[in-house]
């Protein structure tokens, strides 16, 4: 299968719908700066986002609704912008595509220290329109592999560091996390399946702890797509089982991640192209 | 593979590739901290033990306590990790601002002006905000008192580590 326009248009498409349900997730449960009306931040060791804030950005955005308004309306606007000029192979794209991902980072980072959500849960919005910097499919494919190699990193590494911290020599690792993550669930009357779930959890370390074994593992089979991607269909797959047991027990909702997936999926397209790229040249070339 | 592929593809996209990696790797092992869009995703991987104290908050609107899972989920982590970084914000981002200052007063010949990196809050400020963020719950005009406690998982249930050791964060005005 040959790469094509309507491969670019294809991710385009499904970037735009992943970002409109995260944030259609967000609006209605008030995760947007208009909503949370900000009056203090909480720094992070960030570099990048230290020098963001030389800008003194952050204060305008703690103390102007206009300028929390305007920063919500650029964050859903850039990417129905950048989809568009995607699918009419618009000579912008590749300045929208820049622009998007700048503010993508400022908006991450600002919302990340003025709220409870982390930055890296928007960690998809500020790496996958990179993809969209390249207009011909040839470079758009490269820069697909690229994200795609950049995101087997990142979750292979969170498999990594759990070797290295020394979580997952810990049995009562999850149940651990488990009291930690809901603890609130405890301290008031609660009769609902949720908190027995948990509570059952917590009593028995090590089913909770292979729940976390688990997790681990799935981070760790990462490593395949490093060599092949032959696997990508599975790793789909294991990825979405991932965020739907973070979302159900943990409560974090990584399905922000799902642009990703797309790399993923759309890599597939590149193997035959980048072979037939690199056949010398026949006489039908200069025909 | 990948980067040998995108050699030959373009000599300066590879090395600006393997570049961006490297100088990330780079900043978060020399300097100990990260720089976004790479981060350190640890995801738990830090011990965690069950007997491990917690600190739990408790919030009370004209003094009857306000049950938080009641709620959905994303409003019990917007209340409690609000009041968790309420509480330690001064003295975390002046240590932020610490560790940046090392790096930063070489290249700007000056230290980080401090009303940009810490918060300038009042504490009408601070009772307006958690009022709002109370509305969630019905309850905007009431006077909402928060108190922090320390408890531990024990026989099943999370129990008071100490009867006595409870902090108040803030009551505000009704």
Known sequence: MLQTYKHIRQYAVFYLLCFAAYFGWSFWHGLTFTQIKPVFFYNQLDLTGNIMLLTKIHLYLLTSQTVRITFDLLYILLPVLLTALAIRQSPYQTLAAIVLILFNMVYAFCFSIMSFVSIKVMLAFMIVPIVFLFKKPRNFFMAVEGVRLLFILFFFSTAVWKIRAGGIFNIDQMSGILINQHNYLFINEDTSHFKSFIAYLIERPSLSYALYFAATLAEMLFIIGFFTKKFDKGLIILFLLFVSMNYLVMHINYFSWLPFLGCLYFSKFTTETTSNYRQPFNSADFE | ?174
């Open chain 2, 1 to 174: 593979m990948f980067i040998p592929r995108l050699f030959k593809h373009s000599k300066i996209a590879a090395v600006c590739f393997v570049s961006f990696i490297a100088l990330f790797l780079y900043i978060n092992y020399k300097w100990g901290v990260v720089a976004s869009p790479i981060y350190q995703l640890g995801m738990f991987s830090g011990v965690a033990h069950i007997a491990d104290t917690q600190t739990v908050y408790s919030i009370f609107s004209d003094n009857k306590p306000v049950v938080l899972n009641k709620q959905p989920f994303v409003y019990n982590d917007m209340v409690l990790v609000s009041l968790s970084r309420y509480e330690s914000h001064e003295q975390h981002n002046r240590n932020v601002m610490e560790v940046f200052n090392k790096f930063t007063s070489r290249l700007l010949n000056q230290p980080l002006a401090a009303e940009v990196f810490t918060n300038n809050l009042n504490d009408q400020d601070v009772h307006l905000w958690f009022k709002q963020i109370m509305q969630g719950y019905g309850m905007p005009n009431n006077k909402i008192s928060v108190y922090s406690h320390r408890y531990i998982w024990k026989n099943k249930v999370l129990m008071p580590v100490n009867q006595i050791e409870i902090k108040k964060v803030f009551v505000t005005d009704l």
